[in-house]
């Protein structure tokens, strides 16, 4: 089950053991520092941009999903630190604010820096 963060008062009668939850917003956090919030994630990682006029958790949903699978394809690779500090790193320079396309992260060029650390 992936989890989007929100600050509200929503109880279900259902169960779900935490280790079928995946929480987009402490997958990519740095332990100590900000939680990263779905729209940011979206633009710097892939690309998009989300919750632009209103809000759709249907879109929420699919964008959560999306970033799940992302950070599995990182974790394969073997660059989810290297990622993390870079969406830090654009987070500072943008104020929280990035816009999808002008900030997106470019995995491409830290797998080559992976690659020629070895």
């Not at 929100?6 to 956090?29: G, K, W």
């Not at 654009?90 to 995995?107: E, H, K, M, Y």
Request: glycine share 6%.
């Amino acid at each position: 089950m992936l989890v989007i963060t929100c600050e509200c008062n929503l109880t279900a009668d259902i169960y779900v053991p935490p280790s079928q939850i995946a929480d987009t917003s402490e997958l990519f956090r740095i332990p100590g520092r900000r939680k990263l919030g779905l729209k940011y994630l979206a633009a710097v990682l892939l690309g998009i941009s989300i919750q632009s006029e209103t809000h759709d958790s249907i879109e929420d949903s699919r964008t959560a999903l999306a970033l799940y699978q992302k950070y599995l394809e990182l974790q394969r690779d073997g660059i989810v630190q290297e990622t993390l500090t870079e969406l830090y790193r654009i987070g500072r320079n943008t104020n929280w604010q990035a816009v999808a396309g002008r900030d997106s992260i470019d995995l491409d060029k830290i797998r080559a820096g992976i690659a020629s650390n070895e």
